[in-house]
């Protein structure tokens, strides 16, 4: 018995070890560039038999050191979200068929890219932009708290089940702010010779709801189509356009 639990807790170390191996590659890159779908499914607590939500978004990660970032998301309903910074200033804006909105530039938070750059270990790229873009519009105060590298906590690394020619990673992740807390599961599937990811799933209960209306269980599947890291990125991907 005893050795079969010490062969457990090496192979936690080892999954853990091998997150972290996944997480400093992106934190020490002097570029990234990756290129991503998101996939998310929706299903109200009680109601399984109900047809759920669906919906999928897409875009590309741009990261440079000197704490520049942009981050190009198309979501359903002609609907496109850029972040942008140049490493001084930060946009985020928000286009659909009926608008064009970009609150005002503020000063890049320090730290931006790294931040983001954690995100896309731990939880991945499209729920870092959506806490990130809420945040922007809701105002400075929220904003300040998206610092990824506190605000997503994971934990219990356990070695998931190989896929083809990839292996695997489960844990649990934690995401909390002053206003809420999430906790959940996620599985990442990477390439065991290079340690890029190549798809992640995330399960959660998204703690919208009440007596007449439940929340609902949400999983997201991520994948990567593009995941190139310390290749030339030009400049002008990070410079931002006149204001209006």
Sequence with gaps: MYLLLAAALLQDQTAEETFKKIENLLAKAETASVRYKCEAIAVR????????VKSESSGLLLIKKGNKLRLSTDAPG?????ILSNGVEIEIRERTVERDDAPPRRATPKELATSFATATARVGIAPAQLLY?????KGDEL???????????????????????????????????????????ATLWYDPVTYKPVKRTMSFDDGIGNKKKP????TLTETYAEFTLNTDIPEDKFKLPPEK
Excluded: H, Q
Excluded at 78 to 82: H, L
Excluded at 133 to 137: G, I, S
Excluded at 215 to 218: A, E, F, K, N, R
């Design 215 to 218: 929340s609902s269980i949400v």
């Design 143 to 185: 904003l300040e708290e998206m610092d990824f590298v506190r605000l997503f906590e994971v934990s219990d690394f356990k070695p998931g089940e190989a896929e083809k020619d990839l292996k695997s990673i489960r844990f649990r992740f934690k995401a909390a702010t002053k206003r809420a807390e999430t906790i959940g599961e």
């Design 45 to 52: 607590k009680g109601r399984e038999a109900d047809n759920p």
């Design 133 to 137: 873009t809420l945040a922007r519009m």
């Design 78 to 82: 002609e609907e496109r979200i850029t």
